[in-house]
Structures are given as structure tokens and as C-alpha cells.
């Protein structure tokens, strides 16, 4: 256990030494807020009370989406890009050689990169936003907990997501495809383009029954208190997909590991 | 100078057939990357689809009308990105010292960075712009004549040099601060973001911003709200979506000194 916990907190210092690439990551997340509240402020003036949503929710979503985005991993993040690339060029070999689970240690690899990012580049835009609009934020320690556990299980889903794809280059040599469709789902179903609840009827139940829907939207509406079916069954669906996710990753490790033959002979 | 400038556009051809050539290696590949591409940015004209599921307008403006503002944002970053995109790189060449290499070669480093890796499949965006544009065309009633014609096809250039000389203008940035690669996203793709929506739900402060600091309304909503015969915001005259060549050639003179700029305080680095 020690082990992984000093990879996640070396991951975590890696990450806290690009600065200058962090300041203008989180600068650039603020613009879009702005950009953002000004289109939702909009369109919750022409449909006030949209998918449920007032106002100040519709503001704090967008914050609190691109204080996520970075950390959660929506776009993809550095850790399991490097995997990837690993797996493709061989160097994954060096991984296996280890003493460690090649699952774990590279789940320890992301926490390690997504909690430096939430401190930063959550925080940040996050305090700008609450500056300049009226946002809500949780007001029982009870919530704070919920939404604490509700990010943490997010970053969890991604990461198995993003794992999948890594390893699927085992299988197949040019994961771009791969990596494209990923991209493509994440950012439709996750509540990127546009919160959920906007999306009208079937495609609206569709998406929030996705493992993405669970990377971002479910963790805003427990900050929001706005789960249809309450915060608990919100951590729940989360946990579901998680174990889906995770198994599934346990099993493609080790399907991979035994049977497939590294690049390169 | 004459000469080299004349010499640039068939430079820049050979280095960019270099990439496509390689690209095509594998087309099937292409083909997929690039429908993948035009899926990804249509994400955005898929949003607006979506708020108008339930709502009829938006800050005045139909989901046709709309739709013209998105298609116009979308293809005019999606043409300055295919040019220029690439040279949101020239921070990691600087870090890791590759740029030295531009600097010996007899081409201009400026062509060098904005060929590298120049890949097609970015096409996706314009192409998908084309598609939405359209679209808006077939359900706006425009009164068309030869002069909108030529407002029309003459601002989507300008307003792809004005994207185009951001993308150099963050890449200059890059040689004070190496690392600052994502800043010149807030004003690429977030005028993009921006830019496809009419500006005025923004507030008169912005507007104001994006006239006369960052002239990023100029790139499509001057021009756009002239097509569409909509009065332009702050008392500003209707003929003002008429003055984008002229902003983009002032944004062209400021990109080319930062970029001279940058150049010549360059230092490699050492070990």
C-alpha cells in the first residue's frame, strides 16, 4: 500500500512543477467560464427553470464543469496518454517487470495528477466565479462529504474508461480510432457540450444512464443537490459503473499480460 | 525581402505536401481521422441544436440564423487552425531545443513551425462548417446579390487571418513563457466558443472588447449581422462588417512584429 501511495504523491509533485503550463491551463479554463455563464444566462432567461435548473445552478454547473474538466480527465489527461503511448512503443514492458499491480500503479499515477489539478486548476476558476456571480455552494458538512466522494468516484470512472483505452493497444496497433471515439463519447455524454438535463427526452435518459454521465454531470448535481433520484442512489450509479469499469480493467491487464507479445518481439 | 516573400507560398506548399503524403500512407486511416474530426467539432453546432429543442430564439437570433453564426465561427477557425494551428507547438521545439533546427534550414523559421505536422484531417472542421453553412443558407430568406456574395466569401478570409494571426500572436507569447501553450486556447477556440453565438448576450462590455481590443467580432458577427440585414450593436454603423480586411491586415502587421519580436530574443537552450 505504501508503495502506491508514494507514487501518487511523486505524480502529484511531477504535476505541480509545470507553472506556467497550470496558470495559463486555468486562465484559459476561466474564459470559458465567462464565455459560458453569458450563453446558460441566456438561455435560462428565454426557459427560466430549464431541466430543473435555475439560474445559479446553471452557473455554478458551468464552474464547477471546467474546474472538472482538467481533473476528471474528460479530454483525456497526460497520465493515461503516456500509458498509451507505452503500450504501443514497448516500453510497457518495463511496467510489467515491476513488483506492483499495472493497474494500480498507474490508478495511483492519475490520483496523484488529478489531485494536484483539482486543488489548482478546480480551485481556481472555481474562486473567480464565486467572485464575480452568485453561485450556490453545498451548505451541510453532510453534502461537502457527498461531493467530496461523488469526485473522487468521477475521477475513478474515468480513469477506467481511459485505461481501457490505453490497454487497447495490445490488441490494435493504431489506438487513434480508439482514442477519437473515446473523445467523441466523452464530451457528448458527460455533460461538456451541455448540461444533461437540457438534453430532451430519450437522448436525455440515454445519456445519463452512461459510464460519462457519471464523470461529471452526476458529481455537479450532488454539489447542486439536484439528483433526480437523490445523492445516495447518484453515489451508487457512480460505484456501479466503477466496479463494471474496474473488472473489466482487472481483466483486460491480465488477459493482456499473458497472452499478448510485446511490440518489438 | 521581396523575393523571400514571393518565394514563401511555394515553400510552405512542399512542406505541407510532405505531411499529406505521409498521411495518405494509410487512407483508409485518413479517411476515418478525418470523419472523426468532423464529428468531434460538430459537437458544438449539436449543442445549439439542443437548446433549440426548447427555445425559438436566442438573443434575438433563429436557429437558421444561428446556424450561420456557428458555421462562419467554426470555418474560419477551422481554416486559420489548418494553416497555423500547428505552431501552438513552438513552445515544446523551444523547450526541448528542436527549434534550433528551423533556424539553419534556408526556409523561413516562421514557415517551418506552422507546416510542422501540418494535418490534413483538421479539414474535418471546415468541412463540417461547410455542411452547417448550408443549412442556414437554405432556410434564410437572404436577398442575395453579387456584392454579399463577395462580403461573404471575402470575410471568411479575413476572418481566418484574424484567428490565423491570434494563433501566432499566443505562439510569440511562447517565447517569453515556454509553457503558456494552453493561454492562446482562451482566445482561439474560446472566440471560436464565443464567436458562434450573437456577441450582444454578452453584455456591452465584451462587445466593446471584442471591437476594439481583441477585434474577434470582426472574424464573423460584423459581417454576419450585414448578410442579415440586423442592426449592429452600440450605435456602431451596419457597414462596419465591411472593415474585417482591413482589421485583419492590422492584426497580420501586430502578429508578424510579435513574432520578429520573439525570434530575436530567442536563446536556445543550453545545458
Given at each position: 500500500m505504501g508503495v502506491y501511495w508514494a507514487i501518487a504523491v511523486r505524480s502529484f509533485r511531477r504535476f505541480s512543477t509545470y507553472r506556467i503550463a497550470t496558470a495559463s491551463g486555468a486562465f484559459t479554463n476561466t474564459v470559458f467560464g465567462f464565455i459560458l455563464c453569458g450563453i446558460y444566462l441566456t438561455l435560462w432567461h428565454e426557459r427560466p427553470g430549464l431541466g430543473g435548473y435555475d439560474a445559479s445552478d446553471a452557473l455554478t454547473f458551468v464552474w464547477l464543469q471546467q474546474g472538472l474538466l482538467m481533473p476528471v480527465g474528460i479530454w483525456g489527461a497526460t497520465t493515461t496518454g503516456e500509458l498509451g503511448e507505452r503500450v504501443r512503443s514497448g516500453e510497457i514492458a518495463v511496467d510489467l517487470y515491476r513488483p506492483t499491480h499495472l493497474l494500480l500503479w498507474w490508478l495511483s499515477v492519475d490520483l496523484g495528477r488529478a489531485m494536484f489539478q483539482l486543488v489548482v486548476r478546480g480551485g481556481a476558476p472555481l474562486l473567480v466565479g464565486a467572485f464575480v456571480f452568485d453561485l450556490k455552494f453545498p451548505s451541510s458538512p453532510l453534502t461537502w462529504l457527498a461531493v467530496a466522494a461523488g469526485v473522487f468516484l468521477a475521477i475513478l470512472v474515468s480513469f477506467g474508461i481511459r485505461y481501457l483505452v490505453a490497454l487497447s493497444g495490445f490488441w490494435i496497433t493504431d489506438t487513434r480510432g480508439m482514442e477519437q471515439l473515446a473523445l467523441v463519447l466523452s464530451t457528448f455524454f458527460s455533460?461538456?457540450?451541455?448540461?444533461?438535463?437540457?438534453?430532451?427526452g430519450a437522448i436525455g435518459d440515454i445519456a445519463r444512464a452512461t459510464p460519462w454521465a457519471a464523470t461529471m454531470q452526476v458529481p455537479i448535481d450532488i454539489w447542486l443537490g439536484r439528483n433526480p433520484g437523490g445523492t445516495g442512489s447518484a453515489l451508487l450509479f457512480q460505484l456501479g459503473w466503477i466496479v463494471v469499469l474496474l473488472l473489466g480493467a482487472q481483466l483486460v491487464t491480465s488477459v493482456a499480460t499473458r497472452k499478448v507479445v510485446i511490440q518489438g518481439g | 525581402m521581396v523575393e523571400r516573400v514571393l518565394r514563401a507560398p511555394s515553400q510552405y506548399w512542399m512542406l505541407i505536401m510532405m505531411w499529406i503524403r505521409s498521411s495518405m500512407a494509410y487512407p483508409a486511416s485518413f479517411v476515418l481521422m478525418l470523419f472523426s474530426s468532423m464529428v468531434l467539432t460538430v459537437m458544438d453546432f449539436v449543442a445549439i441544436v439542443l437548446m433549440f429543442s426548447h427555445i425559438s430564439s436566442f438573443g434575438g437570433f433563429s436557429l437558421a440564423e444561428m446556424a450561420l453564426l456557428y458555421a462562419t465561427a467554426s470555418m474560419t477557425l477551422g481554416i486559420a487552425d489548418l494553416l497555423t494551428?500547428?505552431?501552438?507547438?513552438v513552445g515544446e521545439r523551444i523547450r526541448t531545443g528542436t527549434f534550433d533546427v528551423y533556424l539553419i534550414r534556408p526556409v523561413p523559421a516562421f514557415l517551418q513551425t506552422t507546416a510542422?505536422?501540418?494535418?490534413?484531417?483538421?479539414l474535418g472542421r471546415p468541412l463540417q462548417a461547410l455542411v452547417v453553412m448550408v443549412f442556414a443558407f437554405s432556410r434564410l430568406d437572404v436577398d442575395w446579390t453579387v456584392a454579399r456574395g463577395i462580403v461573404l466569401v471575402v470575410s471568411m478570409i479575413a476572418g481566418s487571418v484574424i484567428f490565423g494571426a491570434i494563433f501566432v500572436l499566443g505562439a510569440a507569447f511562447q517565447f517569453l513563457a515556454v509553457d503558456s501553450a494552453e493561454l492562446a486556447n482562451s482566445f482561439t477556440y474560446g472566440g471560436q466558443t464565443m464567436t458562434q453565438y450573437p456577441l450582444t448576450v454578452f453584455g456591452k462590455e465584451i462587445v466593446r472588447a471584442v471591437t476594439?481590443?481583441?477585434?474577434?467580432?470582426?472574424?464573423n458577427y460584423y459581417p454576419v449581422l450585414y448578410l442579415l440585414d440586423k442592426p449592429a450593436p452600440l450605435g456602431l454603423p451596419s457597414w462596419i462588417g465591411l472593415l474585417s480586411p482591413l482589421v485583419a491586415v492590422v492584426m497580420v502587421a501586430l502578429a508578424s512584429l510579435a513574432w520578429r519580436g520573439g525570434l530575436r530574443r530567442y536563446r536556445s537552450t543550453g545545458s
Open positions: 455533460g461538456m457540450i451541455l448540461p444533461l438535463v437540457v438534453f430532451p | 494551428g500547428s505552431i501552438e507547438r510542422d505536422g501540418f494535418a490534413l484531417r483538421r476594439f481590443v481583441v477585434p474577434l467580432a470582426f472574424v
